[in-house]
């Protein structure tokens, strides 16, 4: 009798703006690692060795499931969609004082229209 499995999606990015995505059938009761090495040796199998070295940095990247981080031994099912997240380079808070410096905080947003001789933000 033939092993019941399941189907998920496996999503991943090694540069910005540059997704991948692969759909795969996998045994029930798989792991995430697990679906990692079976994506790894199919898409190795159909393109061929070119991406070897960034493939294997996959390994290196923070895995969840549908938006939620979850550990390398979790358990996937049926229709999840596993991510795999690079870390960020940047402060997400770091980057939005930056872009905030660059517009300038007279001339933008609710400081825009204000009354002269009022004080900033009325």
């Not at 939005?96 to 947003?109: A, C, E, M, S």
Request: aromatic share 8%.
């Amino acid at each position: 009798m033939a092993e019941p499995t399941c189907q998920v999606t496996l999503c991943w990015s090694l540069a910005p703006r540059h997704v991948q995505e692969m759909s795969l059938q996998v045994p029930e009761d798989s792991t995430v690692e697990a679906v990692l090495d079976l994506c790894v040796a199919q898409w190795l199998q159909s393109q061929g060795s070119a991406d070897a070295a960034s493939l294997s940095s996959l390994k290196f990247q923070q895995p969840g499931i549908w938006g939620h981080k979850v550990a390398w031994g979790h358990r996937v099912q049926a229709g999840d969609r596993i991510e795999l997240y690079r870390p960020l380079k940047v402060d997400p808070k770091v980057a939005r004082r930056q872009r905030f410096k660059r517009q300038g905080k007279g001339r933008t947003g609710l400081f825009a229209n204000r009354k002269s001789g009022s004080a900033a933000g009325y």
